[in-house]
């Protein structure tokens, strides 16, 4: 037999039998995945209508009201919305250099002796619940910050307006330490697997070149990670956003706005859950749901900026944050 005379293969046909597996997988996956952006919009859609006597009196002025006044019956989210976005700020400030520093001694400096040590000890303090973190700060972290650190920038930097004023212990600087604590095992972990899958031929050329073991890491590895080192850093600012015990307890509860981050401050989740309990009117209630809704738009406004600066660094493809 000659080669043209071989038959060309044919692909076996799928009898619908064969095929009902993949279709039940496909049916299932699309399920799960419409049922993750269903529960956001239930969630919302519930929080909006059990908050609709808040935004029928206040309106849109509900967003920039300072006023938090339950025996007057006047609310405002300005104050907690201030507190979240400051006291989150100031916990990246802090976690994502201490966490990309780590990733990077993990993964390209570290002996393999000492690696699984800190590795695991990292994993231990993600594990731990946020009421501990809240318990330690209070009794321990939050006087240890007022009588030591705190002083000391104030005396060297108390002619900045973020430094000024009476140190108090509970604020928004200690709120942002004990969160940046709390979101130090993420951005660590995150940022450790990104580096991880940064090909070693490139680090391989880098040093073919000539170039130095830092010069490898700024241009081969960092530069090729800065995706995802901005999605580990994305995925701790959401935990920050919504962290509520270890905040509750160490940012000092004050619906103020103040500039120097030695003042109390609140924070949405916190406020929520110091105050749900206590709200015995309706127009309280309502509004306290309205600031969860405020919450959930904060987070998901993040995420669509985050998405949006992945994108432009990708340069015009489409990125995510994992």
Known sequence: MSIEEIPPFAAPQMTPLR??????????????????????????????????????????????????????????????????????????????????????????????????????????????????????????????????????????????????????????????????????????????EVLRSVPNLQREAAYALGATHWEVIRIAVLGSARRGLFGAAMLGLGRALGETMAVTMAIGNRPDISVSVFSPAYTLASVIANEFAEAISALYLNSLFALGLVLIGITLLVNIIAQLILHSLAGGQSGKVM
């Open 19 to 192: 095929r009902w597996p993949d279709n039940i997988f496909r049916w299932t996956a699309l399920i799960a995945a419409l049922a993750v952006v269903g529960l956001i919009f239930f969630v919302g859609f519930e929080l909006y209508l059990d908050s609709r006597q808040s935004w029928n009196k206040f309106g849109l002025h509900f967003f920039s009201s300072a006023t938090w006044n339950p025996a007057s019956d006047e609310y405002g989210a300005w104050p907690f919305i201030y507190g979240t976005l400051v006291s989150s700020l100031i916990a990246l400030l802090i976690a994502v250099p201490l966490g990309v520093g780590t990733a990077l001694f993990l993964t390209e400096l570290a002996p393999q002796k000492i690696r699984e040590p800190i590795i695991m000890v990292t994993e231990v303090l993600a594990a731990v619940p946020s009421v501990i973190f809240g318990l330690w700060a209070t009794f321990v972290l939050v006087p240890w910050l007022r009588d030591n650190p705190f002083q000391w920038l104030q005396h060297w930097l108390g002619f900045l307006p973020l430094f000024e004023g009476p140190i108090y212990g509970p604020s928004m600087l200690s709120g942002g330490i004990i969160i940046a604590i709390m979101i130090l095992p993420i951005v660590t972990a995150v940022s450790r």
